[in-house]
């Protein structure tokens, strides 16, 4: 019989992963606090602990983990958050976490993991990889608690100690740079420089003499020796951004650095030993390029040894309040202001398809912190582009224009729930009583469903 533990302050989580979880062979029990679950620990062996990060004590989740693998390292620790960030990635992996998990749950995903925990046969793969995680993580700017990034996040702790090249694919502004920093930040590279080339923004000539250097003469303007960049970033991580826009010619000589750790500077014969991780980014589908001859084939397969994909935002919108929010706080640091955003506003935000990503949201809060005249950034206050994405939250709401608010692009259950929920805190102006009367709800209901989605719920006069 294996025994699991559910830590977890929340009575109706721990009441639905018991009933998740109730399956034979299973015995599970539940410990309301940290505290409950260490004297648990002082009397009885769990095969596995399922413990949420944020335990409203001064105790975490970590404080579990830690307890857990001291007492009793057999024990594997499954985390569990509801606001996913790569510090609490690493953190997690770092002290020996089996694996972690966030809110909102999915069931098979759940399963899955805990029947890999208990599985005698499935050792912790990424053990060795993350022993070699050498500094503790500095901000890095990604942010993010959708299953796509916390996905992300974990592939950045198992790849950051090795030496393997990285490829990074995605859109543009979907933040592939942040990234490839913090990929460095974990290395053992941190030491060293990061260097990052636009691949795209010169010319063949002039990005050769930029990454590999020249001597003095070698072209009308050289009148002296200088280092390349990859001198530059000797002992550290050269990030090398649309590194589909190089000219063939380059890529045969990007491809010797990759084999064989050696440049020429541009008018010299002899070469030059590096020694340089190198992280390479491309918006365009490399494979693609390679089939139509215009990227050698055996330079894709030497960039792309690990290759992470960053969604674009369209496809993480559960993020958009996070990172909208972000951004409005950084931004306000340069002010006196106090700003919040209104629910309608978020509708709009999180309506809106982004082609710019990340990028263009960071943008958008600029425009609408400087258009904005109250303490609540409103529909009026965002670009024309944005407040025309859904028509109904601007003008009638009739049974079209709902319909066109939530079901437009045939949303999951989970998906239609935030639409609807953001819906009607827009109808009630955000009144947080009147909408959990709404909803059929009581009001600690409506906090966590607003904190599971990520939409910050603002005090109004009319509240109760």
Known sequence: MKKILIVDDDPETCEFLMELLSVPDWSVQAALSAERALELLEHEDFDCVIADLNLNEPRTGLDVLKAFKERSPRTEVILITGFGTLEAAVEALRGGAFDFI???????????????????????????????LLEPYEASGLIGRTPQMIELYKEIARVAPTSSTVLI???????????????HAHSSRAHGPFIAVNCGALTETLLEA??????????????????????????????LDEISE????????????????EIKRVGETRTRHVDVRVIAATNRDLEGEVKAGRFREDLYYRLSVITLRVPPLRERREDIPLLATHFLRRALRQTERALAFSPAALALLM???????????ENCIEY??????????????????VRSAVPSLRRGRTCASLEATLFHDLPSLDELERRYLLYVLDVVNGNRSRAAEILGIDRRTLYRMAERFGIPLERTNADS
């Not at 809110?103 to 070699?132: D, G, N």
């Not at 000219?247 to 990007?254: E, G, H, N, S």
């Open 102 to 132: 966030s809110k909102p749950f999915k069931v098979e995903e759940v399963l899955e993991t805990v029947r890999r925990a208990l599985s005698p046969h499935e050792p912790i793969q990424e053990e060795s990889a993350l022993e070699r």
């Open 246 to 261: 190089t000219a063939p010619a380059l890529q045969v000589k990007l491809l010797r650095v990759l084999q064989e750790g």
């Open 351 to 361: 309506a809106y398809t982004w082609p710019g990503n990340v990028r263009e949201l």
């Open 368 to 385: 609408a912190l400087i258009h904005a005249r109250g303490r609540l950034i409103t529909p009026e206050d965002l670009p024309e582009k």
């Open 210 to 239: 930029e990454l590999f250097g020249h001597m003095r003469g070698s072209f009308t303007g050289a009148i002296a020796d200088k280092k390349g960049l990859f001198e530059e970033a000797h002992g550290g991580t050269i990030f």
């Open 169 to 183: 694919v995605g859109e543009s502004g979907t933040g592939k740079e942040l990234i490839a920093r913090a990929i």
